[in-house]
């Protein structure tokens, strides 16, 4: 365990402390060797980790204004040192090793853990980086004793994601077909016959032109190359096909989509990780799983196993916010093996559809881009990335959502964010 208790530390601080700055331990005789001591609450004995009684309890302690799921609200200085009480780094564990998802058992239609079953959502932090607090409580303990921690490394950036659900209305010869039946003969013709770049699905082209103009856009898109056997990832479209190919000439930055299928059976990943990755010919290391239906935490041994380095999943359907408690990138922590990992996750900050659907937050569009506002200050303040999932269907020129107009908005705000 030291090994996953000195990267949390270092995690906190966004830099690698030296020898003595912080121990975490209950042994009075190691307190001498450091400036600052945070006292285990007793979250990882035998007998408790993993029960039932482990699961913290509300309302939350707080420490200097700060929620604490753990420990005591005691800070206490004593000839240099400051010894404290309020363990965050047991309740920084519980929040980004999803050791939650251990303990409570429920789970919407999609055997997805969703926001309203979470202690973040109940205790009103999903919207807040809980964990990055965290790390600015333990920086300030540092500075009263004289250690002058490095600058935080983690910088601002937004990352516009997009998952390739359905690349085009009227490709296929049902698609086409079913055009015409509907009267859309102009637009079924000019898309089955022209070519994917005038099907309304496939708006690639118009979100990169928008992107390519924001100074701290990152792209990336995750496209889907199995499950066609279950309805939730219909429709299929051929992933080694010409409209792909023109995709792949608008986005350099590819990760593999995992089936809704392989979410429920997840020995299914790494057969379609090495079917895209043949299909663009080099390694395929990034992944979103489809309906962000990361099922078990125990499943992302399975991403590792397929050769995925980074994963942007974690963020829940039902609610914008913070899942893992920070918007920075961080390694996965097995809280069933104890283990830290190769595998980095990516949280995933707001979905367009969370947004707008009714049976998730049902925002209007000035609610909608009050809560990008609102969550992209969050992620400013303590640096890292802004993740957001924008679905090519939703900014089309004939959906019925505010998407179109959210994204534009989102994108000419994010053209400013260096000056801010």
């Known amino acids: 365990m030291q090994q996953i208790f000195d990267y949390i530390i270092s995690f906190l601080l966004d830099a690698k402390p030296e020898k003595g700055w912080v121990g975490y331990t209950a ?56 010894f404290v009480k309020a363990d965050i780094i047991a309740s920084t564990y519980f929040i980004i090793s999803r050791y939650e998802e251990l303990i409570v058992k429920e789970r919407d239609e999609h055997k997805r853990f969703a926001a309203k079953f979470s202690i973040l959502k109940k205790a009103g932090l999903l919207q807040t980086p ?7 409580l333990l920086r300030g ?41 509907r009267g859309e003969f102009k ?20 979100m990169r032109k928008l992107e390519s103009k924001a100074h701290n856009i990152k792209s990336k898109v995750f496209i889907k190359v199995s499950g066609n056997r279950l309805p939730q990832d219909i429709p299929f479209y051929n992933p080694d096909g010409q409209d792909v190919r023109k995709l792949l000439k608008i986005y350099n930055e ?25 299909i663009i010919g080099k390694p395929v290391t990034i992944s979103r799983n489809h309906y962000l239906a990361a099922i078990k935490p125990s499943d992302m041994r399975y991403l ?24 920075r990138s961080v390694r996965w922590i097995d809280p069933e093996k104890k283990e830290l990992t190769s595998l980095t996750l990516h949280p995933l900050v707001i979905m367009d559809g969370t947004l707008s659907e009714k049976k998730y937050m049902g925002l209007s569009i000035t609610e909608a881009f009050e809560t990008y506002k609102r969550l992209k200050l969050e992620v400013q303040k303590y640096g890292g990335d802004f993740v957001l999932l924008w679905h090519n269907d939703t900014v089309s020129e004939f959906s019925k959502t505010y998407h179109r107009n959210l994204f534009e908005k989102i994108l000419h705000d994010e053209e400013f964010a260096d000056f801010m």
């Open 304 to 327: 590792i196993d397929a050769g995925i380095t980074d994963d942007y999943t974690l963020g829940f359907a039902d609610e914008a916010g913070f899942r893992l408690g920070t918007a």
């Open 187 to 206: 637009n079924a013709v000019r898309s089955f016959v022209g070519g994917v770049e005038n099907d309304p699905l496939f708006s690639f082209d118009w």
């Open 130 to 136: 809980i964990v990055d607090m965290y790390g600015r």
């Open 27 to 82: 042994e009075k005789s190691e307190w001498k060797k450091c400036k600052v001591v945070i006292i285990p609450s007793g979250f990882f004995k035998d007998g408790m980790y993993g029960t039932k009684e482990s699961y913290p309890q509300l309302p939350l302690k707080m420490v200097n204004d700060v929620p604490i799921l753990y420990g005591e609200p005691s800070v206490s200085r004593t000839n240099g040192q400051v």
């Open 141 to 181: 303990w540092l500075n009263e004793v004289g250690v002058k921690v490095p600058v935080q490394n983690s910088k601002y950036s937004c990352i516009m994601t997009h998952d390739v659900d359905h690349i085009a209305q009227y490709r296929s010869l049902r698609g086409f077909a079913g055009g015409l039946l």
């Open 254 to 278: 590819v990760g593999v989509h995992i089936s809704y299928e392989a979410s429920l059976n997840p020995k299914l990943i790494k057969g379609e990780v090495e079917l895209l990755s043949s």
